[in-house]
């Protein structure tokens, strides 16, 4: 064995061993280097002067590759699946950066159709020579959906020379879901509502959107109320997709009833509603398919009353006669007043306090409400705060202040809090809510990587953004990070489902230590030694393709791009387990990062294999 795996084992097995870590040639940490097999671990090869694995277990991988802002290649992060991926070292061939010149527009239909009367301010908008539309147009990358962070791009259409309205801008290629908002000062009896494009797949070089707006459609709804009760005006109504909560309607504001029916005892708010067609351009998965638009009420900024929505096809709301008979009250609002403190010893703290619904009390049976709101507790409140709220059951994340919860990971560290609330609605001030914050959760280990960065943070997820507005999503635990200092470390963590990832400096040589899904609640977790192996040393060049002037024309031309960043990703199934297939993934661990060099060469370790949850 090479001196550089007997320090290895000195430190893996020898808790008390101590090395002062330096750097250059005087760095004694462990080094990834060989020059046989023998020198080598078992399953493991020398190959390349570095100890690497015989067959790993990644054997596919998500990569994204970011040009840096003053390259001539796009600031964009460009994300591609690669399989197979040389599990024993090799060459990784990633494909050539270029983005995709997005071109598009949004246009009426029809031999002579009804154009839109457009607001006269700043200046006039003319009439386009095609009968496209002023818009904003926001392009949502569908990778979203792995828990993978992902730009969203916004450009506005505005009136271009040759008489149309057209935007343009720069996005990766991929899947996309396009939403369109026409200008909301619309005026006039052809006011065209927000449409929705789902599945739009994007290709480089250039793409052209030229979407046709879909047949408005116009709800004629009636809303029943009963005289005397707390009153509708104000309220905001409009048409949603369920699965970003997106409008796809234009928004009526209640005010002035018509009597009713029965004019002794109720008033009718009516309003009419124009709205688009979600429009389906590729296939979608079937919760996608199947999801129905919803009608929601809304009540005015600032008040303690809960969003009312309706599933449109359960309401019946196409028939001649829609109407809205079933929700005939909501409750009053409630003053909760509590106190943010630590547990150990009771002091006042700084922080955040978020409450979530789960039911409302005092709606009608088999309506959909919700509320959420969160206030700030300053220090001159003395950890005293008071929120008003709907009666009902509620979820509540109390987080603290950083600056006044210990530290990161010294022991008087403390974790946000998760618990429940239920309001009754009988007293109109109720106090009481001691929301003490516990010490947090340490997750601790050994390393003989001295001054190795220690990562922690929630496991991602992939929940809707209007499920999360329900309350149906989970609070997600602040990640953490810490240094290798003596050969321990220890982070504080919240309680939750948690990634961990020890990463030593790339240049001794070896893969990260990843080990998703682990469950921490309420308890210390002692990873012992931690082990690295070597890596699947994958080789690459990050390049672009350009377009370039050659011989009066125009041709493009491939060319490394320098000091791009590039970082992997494996995919996990529903148990944070490594999963080959994309197709059965939910989500996305980091596995490696790397830069390339002025040449636009590369060298990524990716782990052996994932440490998989307990």
């Not at 369109?180 to 994007?202: A, H, S």
């Not at 409140?381 to 530290?407: C, E, K, M």
């Not at 340490?442 to 960065?453: K, L, P, Y």
């Not at 960043?565 to 490594?578: E, I, N, T």
Request: hydrophobic share 35%; net charge negative.
């Amino acid at each position: 064995m090479r001196v550089a795996w007997l320090l290895a084992a000195c430190w893996l097995c020898l808790p008390g061993c101590t090395i002062s870590a330096v750097s250059g040639a005087e760095d004694d940490r462990p080094k990834n280097s060989c020059s046989a097999d023998e020198d080598c671990r078992p399953k493991e090869g020398c190959i390349g002067g570095m100890c690497q694995p015989n067959d790993g277990e990644l054997e596919a991988l998500l990569i994204e590759v970011t040009p840096p802002s003053n390259s001539d290649a796009p600031h964009l992060s460009f994300v591609s699946h690669l399989d197979p991926v040389p599990t024993s070292g090799g060459e990784l061939k990633v494909p050539a950066v270029q983005a995709a010149t997005v071109t598009g527009s949004l246009r009426l239909v029809g031999d002579n159709p009804c154009y839109p009367t457009l607001p006269q301010q700043p200046v006039v908008q003319p009439q386009a020579v095609n009968f496209s539309l002023p818009i904003t147009a926001t392009l949502i990358p569908r990778e979203r959906l792995l828990g993978l962070p992902q730009q969203i791009y916004v450009a506005a259409g505005g009136y271009k020379v040759d008489g149309t309205y057209k935007f343009e801008l720069d996005v990766p290629p991929g899947d996309y879901d396009v939403y369109i908002v026409p200008d909301r000062g619309q005026k006039g009896p052809c006011v065209v509502p927000p449409q929705l494009f789902r599945g739009e797949e994007i290709t480089a070089p250039a793409k052209t959107l030229d979407y046709k707006a879909s047949n408005s459609s116009t709800l004629d709804l009636r809303i029943a109320w009963p005289k005397g009760a707390r009153t509708l005006d104000g309220w905001a109504v409009d048409i949603i997709e369920p699965l970003g909560g997106k409008p796809i309607s234009t928004e009526v504001r209640l005010g002035d009833p018509f009597d009713g029916g029965d004019s002794f005892t109720t008033v009718e708010y009516r309003v009419r509603l124009v709205y688009s067609t979600v429009s389906r351009l590729g296939t979608l998965p079937e919760d996608i398919e199947s999801a129905h638009d919803l009608v929601r009420l809304r009540p005015p900024e600032g008040e303690a009353t809960p969003m009312v929505v309706f599933d449109r096809s359960g309401l019946a709301l196409l028939s001649n006669s829609p109407n809205i008979n079933g929700f005939t009250r909501y409750p009053d609002p409630v003053t909760v007043e509590g106190q943010l403190a630590s547990a150990a010893d009771g002091r006042p703290l700084v922080g955040a306090v978020t409450v979530v619904s789960t039911a409302i009390a005092g709606v009608d049976e088999g309506i959909i409400a919700s509320f959420q709101r969160t206030v700030q507790v300053e220090e001159q409140d003395n950890g005293i705060f008071s929120i008003d709220l709907p009666p009902g059951a509620y979820r509540v994340h109390a987080v603290p202040d950083p600056g006044s919860d210990g530290g990161v990971a010294g022991a008087g560290s403390l974790a946000a809090l998760v618990t429940t609330w239920e309001v009754a609605a009988g007293a109109k001030v109720q106090a009481g809510k001691l929301l003490e914050l516990p010490r947090s959760s340490v997750v601790s280990g050994r390393s003989s990587f001295e001054g190795a960065e220690v990562r922690i943070a929630a496991s991602p997820r992939s929940d809707l953004p209007f499920l999360e507005a329900l309350g149906r999503g989970d609070f997600i635990p602040r990640g953490r990070n810490a240094l290798v200092e003596s050969g321990r470390f220890a982070v504080s963590v919240d309680p939750g489902v948690l990634e961990i990832w020890l990463r030593p400096p790339e240049e001794l040589g070896f893969g990260w230590y990843v080990q998703p899904g682990v469950e921490v609640a309420g308890k210390d977790h002692d990873l012992g030694s931690v082990p690295l192996r070597g890596p699947s040393v994958l080789r690459g060049t990050t390049t672009g393709h350009f377009a370039e002037l050659s011989g009066g024309g125009g041709v493009v031309v491939t060319r490394p791009v320098a000091a791009c960043s590039v970082r992997a990703y494996a995919y996990l199934d529903k148990d944070s387990r490594y999963t080959r297939s994309p197709d059965s993934a939910v989500s996305v661990v980091q596995v490696a990062e790397t830069r390339s060099d002025e040449s636009g060469a590369f060298r990524l370790l990716v782990p052996s294999r994932l440490d998989a949850p307990e």
